[in-house]
């Protein structure tokens, strides 16, 4: 019985072995995967920091450019002002230089006003005007790859803010299941160390047990041996006794009549030893 349950607690305490170690690998496991999901975390967290100055880069890009298309939109605004103040400053003077109600001098110095009007050279404000256009339209060109480099900047800022966040709550996710897997080996290391005690101490009554059966062994055998030695002695004794009666019995038949003291004597002796033999002796 104790044999048995010996065996059953080392079956025990090999299955808690195999249990904390397997345990073990997988806190081992655990730990590289927490690592390993801390490391994308960081890397993440460098690509996103990285996506962020490149947006911040696209943003002032598109702001250096936006502002620029403003500037020539208001410096061609007012090109276009002053082109249409000569215009309408050329069509006053020659609506007064030919209006009839007013007097010869007035429509005269309108005249005068619009021929010194008119001699200004127009060519700077025309060439200033499509000079203006033409870098208002290339500021516009311009605008448009900036336009779309700032979207996919945002685009990439956000989708490498979301990875970080999914890392991180990746490693969040590693670091507890590392907690769990540790916890897990502690309680399986617990377990095998005490399925390895009550082994022990299975195996240790086991030995005292055999030792027991092994020392009872060894007095059955000496008990019988013991035994037989009395069981021999018995039957010396009883061969004795018989050989003894015989010979009375023998010088009774005789007839003799000296010494029947003596011989009454032997056999209240005789009589006297027959109580106690075995009665299977009798």
Request: with cysteine; net charge negative.
């Amino acid at each position: 019985m104790r044999k048995k349950k010996a065996q059953e607690a080392k079956k025990r305490a090999d299955e808690a072995t195999r249990a904390s170690n397997e345990a073990k690998e997988n806190a081992d496991t655990a730990r590289k995967s927490e690592e390993e999901a801390k490391q994308r975390a960081q890397e993440c967290r460098v690509a996103e920091e990285n996506a962020k100055k490149k947006l911040e880069e696209a943003n002032a890009a598109y702001q250096i450019l936006l502002a620029a298309e403003q500037e020539l939109r208001a410096a061609l605004d007012e090109l276009h002002k002053q082109e249409a103040d000569y215009k309408l400053k050329a069509n006053q003077l020659r609506e007064r230089s030919q209006d009839q109600s007013l007097g010869v001098v007035q429509r005269n110095k309108a005249a005068n006003e619009l021929a010194q009007h008119e001699s200004q050279d127009p060519l700077p404000l025309s060439k200033a005007k499509i000079t203006t256009e033409a870098a208002t339209k290339k500021a516009e060109r311009a605008k448009i790859p900036a336009e779309q480099a700032k979207i996919e900047s945002e685009k990439s800022a956000k989708q490498a803010s979301d990875a970080r966040h999914r890392s991180e709550d990746a490693a969040r996710q590693a670091e507890s299941d590392r907690h769990d897997a540790e916890e897990s080996h502690r309680r399986a290391e617990e377990a095998r160390v005490a399925s390895e005690k009550a082994a022990h101490e299975a195996d240790e009554a086991r030995k005292e047990a055999e030792e027991d059966a092994r020392k009872a062994d060894e007095a059955r055998r000496e008990a019988e041996a013991r035994a037989e030695e009395a069981r021999g002695l018995e039957q010396d004794c009883v061969n004795k006794f018989n050989e003894a009666e015989r010979l009375l019995n023998e010088i009774l038949a005789k007839g003799g009549e000296g010494g029947k003291g003596s011989i009454w004597f032997i056999e209240r002796e005789l009589a006297e030893v027959r109580k106690y033999l075995p009665k299977r002796k009798q």
